[in-house]
Structures are given as C-alpha cells and as structure tokens.
Nanobody, 114 residues
C-alpha cells in the first residue's frame, strides 16, 4: 500500500522556487512528526527538514534560510517550499515520518539547472 505520494518537482533555473507536496495515506497523520528527505545521484538519502506534530520545525544546514516545511493535517499533507534553489539541490525528494518508519514513496525529482 502506497503510504506517500510526493509531487511538485520539476526543472527550475538556479535561484528559482518550487513547492513540493506529499500526501500521506495513513490514519492519525496528525500525531506523527514528518520529514522531507532527499537523495542526490550517487549520494545517500539525507534529511532536509522536520516538522513535529506540534508544528515546530527544524532544518538541516542544506535548507536553512531557503526552505520552509509546513503541514495541513486536514489534508494529510506536508509541504516543502524551496527558494533560491542551487544546482546542488538537484535530487529526488521524499517525505516520511521522522524518524523514518514507513516505506518510501516514489519521490519527486527536482532538477536545478540553467
């Protein structure tokens, strides 16, 4: 059973913005801390940002000052707003619980290139 459906990725020029969405299909979504993760080619998957069940947020250095994580519990959805994108942000972006305890979704590809 698909747990997460990520969307909103695409090709964007350096300095551009994207808003990613992740729809979760399990119940009690609101009680989970959620995270956005990414995996660049040839690299391990890494954590990007976390939003707790209480909506406090934390960002890894890769996204501080540029990314904003948010959630809509009524829609079972978590978002990642990304600004000032850089070529090194190119990756497949995934969401999952934090800490991760469910199968990964298919992710959404973000490509930052001129």
């Amino acid at each position: 059973q698909v747990q997460f459906v990520e969307s909103g990725g695409g090709l964007v020029q350096p300095g551009g913005s994207l808003r990613l969405s992740c729809a979760a299909s399990f119940s009690d979504f609101s009680i989970y801390n959620m995270g956005w993760y990414r995996q660049a080619p040839g690299k391990q998957r890494e954590l990007v940002a976390v939003i707790t069940r209480y909506e406090s947020t934390n960002y890894e250095d890769v996204g501080k000052g540029r990314f904003t994580i948010s959630r809509d519990n009524a829609k079972n959805t978590v978002y990642l707003q990304m600004h000032s994108l850089k070529p090194e942000d190119t990756a497949v972006y995934y969401c999952n619980t934090f800490p991760k305890d469910r199968d990964w979704g298919q992710g959404t590809q973000v490509t930052v290139s001129s």
